[in-house]
T-cell receptor, first 112, second 114 residues
């Protein structure tokens, strides 16, 4: 079946460093991907998305890279701040387009 | 413009009781999605509803779980005869149209079964 997964369950960085969170997916037909941020006690919050006709998309301090050849995407956060501490999920629509398939999440901890 | 509203935020039920979780979508949104999140896990899709219709319930357990989205009022996720394994965070999301992309999540209901 379809799956979306993250490589590392936890990532610890110092404030000001750049963070890279990785994700792999199984369905080569997947054409859209989303990164969500979930802070403790809250619902997932949309960060950035990317379509499969792109290799890279940039937002404010965040960049998503997509490598369709190896079915891998990454979220890069520049100048990581304590407020970036959260769990990050990658997600992709299922084939029917009725739901999102989420990975397990990477917990990002930022220390001052 | 209020976001997706879920209530209650926290719900404690004894084994065997019923749990009712409510979700009011964003204004103008007629599509609702329910997800469940177990501790240390990602979100798992449960059901997708449009007003008065269940579009996809492939993620719903076969027994004890039901969902509705009536013409008027919030969407309800009902869990009958709860068991400890039902303890989780339940999130609702909504969208204006049937879309695959970036819909908005509520803050969730945390169900604890004791």
């Amino acid at each position: 079946g379809e799956s979306v997964g993250l490589h590392l369950p936890t990532l610890s960085v110092q404030e000001g460093d750049n963070s890279i969170i990785n994700c792999a997916y199984s369905n080569s037909a997947s054409d859209y991907f989303i990164w969500y941020k979930q802070e403790s006690g809250k619902g997932p919050q949309f960060i950035i998305d990317i379509r499969s006709n792109m290799d890279k998309r940039q937002g404010q301090r965040v960049t998503v890279l997509l490598n369709k050849t190896v079915k891998h995407l990454s979220l890069q956060i520049a100048a990581t701040q304590p407020g970036d501490s959260a769990v990050y999920f990658c997600a992709a629509p299922n084939q029917a387009g009725t739901a999102l398939i989420f990975g397990k999440g990477t917990t990002l901890s930022v220390s001052s | 413009n209020a976001g997706v509203m879920q209530n209650p935020r926290h719900l404690v039920r004894r084994r065997g009781q019923e749990a009712r979780l409510r979700c009011s979508p964003m204004k103008g949104h007629s599509h609702v999605y329910w997800y469940r999140q177990l501790p240390e896990e990602g979100l798992k899709f449960m059901v997708y509803l449009q007003k008065e219709n269940i579009i996809d319930e492939s993620g719903m357990p076969k027994e004890r779980f039901s969902a509705e989205f009536p013409k008027e009022g919030p969407s309800i996720l009902r869990i009958q005869q709860v068991v400890r394994g039902d303890s989780a965070a339940y999130f609702c999301a909504s969208s204006r149209d049937r879309e695959r992309e970036g819909y908005t999540f509520g803050s969730g209901t945390r169900l604890t079964v004791v």
